[in-house]
C-alpha cells in the first residue's frame, strides 16, 4: 500500500520510522505518569491501555488525508492512551486530573458524550489531545502529540461488541437488528448512570453514618457490613485491648474484627446502638476472663480480637448459652471445625472459676 503513496506522503512515513524509538519512549513515560497520578488521586481504573499506531495503519491514514498533515506531529493520534473506568463521573475526574498533568490542546480535542446519539454509547469517549508539560521531558518528546481516551467500562465493552458485530465482517447490519442495537445501547447508557448514581449515594450514606457514630447517636444507625465497619474505625474495644494487653505486657497483633457482625446478629442486635450496650455491659468481665487466661502465662504477643471475643463469651455464657453456645460462637469466628468443640470445653472450664458465672 505504501508504493501508492505520493512523495509528502512517504516522507511523513519515513519520519515515523526514525520516530520509533522516541514514541516508545514517550508511551512509556505517559502511561508512567498517567499510573502515579491515579494512584495519588486514589482513583480506581479498570485498566490503561497504550498503543503506537503500526506502520500499516499510519499508511491506510495517509492514503485517505495524507495531504492534510505537513509533518508527521499534524498526526494527533500516532500515540493513543486510553483510560477505561468503573464510572461516568470518575471520567471527568480522570479529565481534570488530565488537564493538571499534561498540556491540552483544546481545539483537536473532543467531548464525543456531548453527542446525544442513540447509536454513538459505545463512541461516547472524551478524547483528548496532550504533550507532555516542559518539565516533564526534553524538547522533542514535548513536540510529539498524544491522544488521551476516556471511558467507562459499559461503554469500552459495547464499542468492542459493535465493532465486532457491525464492522468485523464488512456487512452492513440489517435496520431490524439496528433497532436492537440501539436499544441496548440506550440500556447500557443508563445502567452506566445507574451504576454511578449507586455509588454516590451509598458515599453519601457512609457519610452520615459516619457523622452519626462520631457524634455517638448509635441508636440511629442500623446494623449492617458498612455501619459496624464505621463503627469499627472509632476503635471502641482499644481500652479493653491495651487493659488486657497490659496484663502480660504483650504486644497488639492487629486483626479484623469484621468477622464478628454475624455474631452480634445472632445476639440479636439491630444497630449499633445495640453492639455498644454489649460492649459495655461485659468489658469488665471479658476482661476478668483474660486477666484468668493470661495471668499465669508468658505470653507475649495477643490478638486485638482477644478482648471482643471475650465479650462475645461473656454474653453467651450470662444469658445461658453454655459449651453449645460457645461451640457456635467458634464456628461462627473460625469456621466449622471439631477443633472448636474443645475450644468451647476449655473455654466453659476457665469461665466456671470466675464470680460471674455463680
Known amino acids: 500500500m505504501s508504493e501508492s503513496l505520493d512523495f509528502h506522503c512517504q516522507m511523513i512515513l519515513d519520519e515515523y520510522r526514525q520516530s520509533l524509538p522516541q514514541l516508545e519512549k514517550l508511551r512509556q513515560l505517559v502511561v508512567k505518569t498517567l499510573y502515579e497520578a491515579l494512584q495519588r488521586n486514589g482513583i480506581i481504573v479498570t485498566t490503561i491501555e497504550s498503543r503506537i499506531k503500526t506502520e500499516i495503519s499510519l499508511t491506510g491514514k495517509l492514503v485517505l488525508k495524507g495531504n492534510k498533515y505537513a509533518s508527521l506531529?499534524?498526526?494527533?493520534?500516532?500515540?493513543?492512551?486510553?483510560?477505561?473506568?468503573?464510572?461516568?463521573?470518575?471520567?471527568?475526574?480522570?479529565?481534570?486530573?488530565?488537564?493538571?498533568?499534561?498540556?491540552?490542546?483544546?481545539?483537536?480535542?473532543?467531548?464525543?458524550?456531548?453527542?446525544?446519539?442513540?447509536?454513538?454509547?459505545?463512541?461516547?469517549?472524551?478524547?483528548?489531545?496532550?504533550?507532555?508539560?516542559?518539565?516533564?521531558?526534553?524538547?522533542?518528546?514535548?513536540?510529539?502529540?498524544?491522544?488521551?481516551?476516556?471511558?467507562?467500562?459499559?461503554?469500552?465493552?459495547?464499542?468492542?461488541?459493535?465493532?465486532?458485530?457491525?464492522?468485523?465482517?464488512?456487512?452492513?447490519?440489517?435496520?431490524?437488528?439496528?433497532?436492537?442495537?440501539?436499544?441496548?445501547?440506550?440500556?447500557?447508557?443508563?445502567?452506566?448512570?445507574?451504576?454511578?448514581?449507586?455509588?454516590?449515594?451509598?458515599?453519601?450514606?457512609?457519610?452520615?453514618?459516619?457523622?452519626?457514630?462520631?457524634?455517638?447517636?448509635?441508636?440511629?444507625?442500623?446494623?449492617?457490613?458498612?455501619?459496624?465497619?464505621?463503627?469499627?474505625?472509632?476503635?471502641?474495644?482499644?481500652?479493653?485491648?491495651?487493659r488486657i494487653a497490659a496484663i502480660n505486657q504483650a504486644e497488639i497483633q492487629e486483626v479484623s474484627l469484621m468477622p464478628y457482625l454475624p455474631v452480634f446478629k445472632a445476639f440479636g442486635c439491630k444497630t449499633l446502638g445495640d453492639v455498644n450496650k454489649i460492649i459495655k455491659n461485659y468489658a469488665d468481665n471479658a476482661y476478668r476472663l483474660a486477666r484468668h487466661q493470661l495471668g499465669n502465662t508468658d505470653i507475649d504477643i495477643i490478638s486485638s480480637a482477644l478482648g471482643l471475643q471475650n465479650i462475645c463469651i461473656v454474653c453467651i455464657l450470662q444469658q445461658g448459652g453454655g459449651r453449645i453456645g460457645l461451640r457456635r460462637f467458634y464456628d461462627a469466628i473460625n469456621g466449622e471445625s471439631m477443633q472448636n468443640e474443645m475450644l468451647a470445653d476449655i473455654t466453659f472450664k476457665q469461665a466456671q472459676q470466675l464470680p460471674f458465672m455463680n
Open 73 to 242: 506531529n499534524d498526526i494527533t493520534d500516532i500515540l493513543g492512551t486510553r483510560i477505561v473506568t468503573f464510572y461516568t463521573d470518575d471520567v471527568d475526574r480522570i479529565a481534570a486530573m488530565a488537564e493538571q498533568i499534561f498540556d491540552i490542546d483544546w481545539d483537536n480535542s473532543v467531548d464525543k458524550r456531548r453527542l446525544h446519539q442513540l447509536d454513538s454509547f459505545g463512541y461516547n469517549s472524551l478524547h483528548y489531545i496532550c504533550r507532555l508539560k516542559q518539565d516533564d521531558c526534553d524538547e522533542q518528546l514535548r513536540n510529539i502529540p498524544f491522544e488521551l481516551q476516556l471511558r467507562t467500562t459499559l461503554q469500552h465493552a459495547w464499542a468492542a461488541i459493535n465493532h465486532d458485530i457491525g464492522y468485523k465482517t464488512g456487512v452492513e447490519i440489517p435496520q431490524e437488528y439496528m433497532r436492537q442495537m440501539n436499544r441496548l445501547a440506550g440500556m447500557l447508557e443508563m445502567a452506566d448512570d445507574e451504576f454511578s448514581r449507586i455509588r454516590t449515594e451509598i458515599n453519601d450514606y457512609r457519610r452520615r453514618v459516619q457523622q452519626l457514630v462520631q457524634n455517638g447517636k448509635l441508636d440511629d444507625v442500623q446494623l449492617d457490613g458498612d455501619t459496624f465497619h464505621s463503627y469499627l474505625e472509632a476503635k471502641p474495644l482499644e481500652q479493653l485491648t491495651k
